[in-house]
């Protein structure tokens, strides 16, 4: 079993596109999302498609990912549960480790998330002045839920 270890946070201020790499366009949306459960299907840069199974709630979840023929996930999307998310991903270096910046358009806008995945869960890691509120245990800013639900008031 995979096992993804995500801590995810609010952003102020910009000072992570120093650093920053050009960035990846995704578009994703969920083939089925309830708690503890979540399938999606991502494209990456209109070029590459993922199908992704998640499960288990916070810090530490199980997560499978395959590569499936784009135009599977293409003809997938007409099964999507509420709205496809758009976003572009930022790759931001922090000492061994790597933030992903995700700066989301259409009605997401003008959220920018930032998520780090650690080797496990107690892994210290240098705070940038960048990142703002921890919201890793807030489920209102996991993917699916903005997915079906919208931007949370506060982002």
Same mark, same amino acid.
């Not at 498609?49 to 288990?56: D, E, F, Q």
């Not at 549960?81 to 758009?86: D, E, I, N, T």
């Given at each position: 079993m ?5 801590? @995810? ?7 992570? #596109?120093? &650093?920053?790499d #050009?960035?990846?366009? /995704? ?14 299907? #991502?494209? @990456?840069?209109?070029? @590459? !498609?993922?199908?992704?199974? @998640? ?12 590569? /499936? ?7 997938m999307?007409? !099964? ?26 259409? +009605?997401l806008? %003008?959220?920018?998330?930032?998520? /780090? ?5 107690a892994? %210290?890691?240098?705070?940038? +002045? ?7 245990? +807030?489920?209102?800013? &996991? ?13």
């Amino acid at each position: 079993m995979g096992t993804e270890i995500e801590r @995810k946070f609010l952003l102020r201020g910009d000072g992570w #596109r120093e &650093t920053a790499d #050009r960035g990846t366009e /995704i578009r994703q949306f969920y083939l089925a999302a309830r708690e503890g459960v979540s399938v999606r299907v #991502r494209i @990456k840069d209109e070029a @590459k !498609a993922l199908l992704t199974v @998640k499960s288990g709630v916070g810090l530490s979840r199980g997560e499978y990912e395959y590569e /499936i023929p784009l135009e599977d996930a293409r003809e997938m999307e007409a !099964a999507r549960l509420g709205h496809v998310l758009a976003k572009r991903r930022f790759r931001v270096p922090l000492s061994e480790l790597t933030v992903e910046v995700d700066v989301f358009s259409g +009605d997401l806008a %003008p959220l920018v998330l930032a998520e /780090i995945e650690l080797p496990d869960e107690a892994h %210290p890691f240098e705070r940038p +002045d960048w990142l703002g509120e921890e919201v890793s245990e +807030d489920a209102r800013y &996991t993917n699916a839920a903005m997915a079906l639900h919208g931007r949370p008031p506060s982002g």
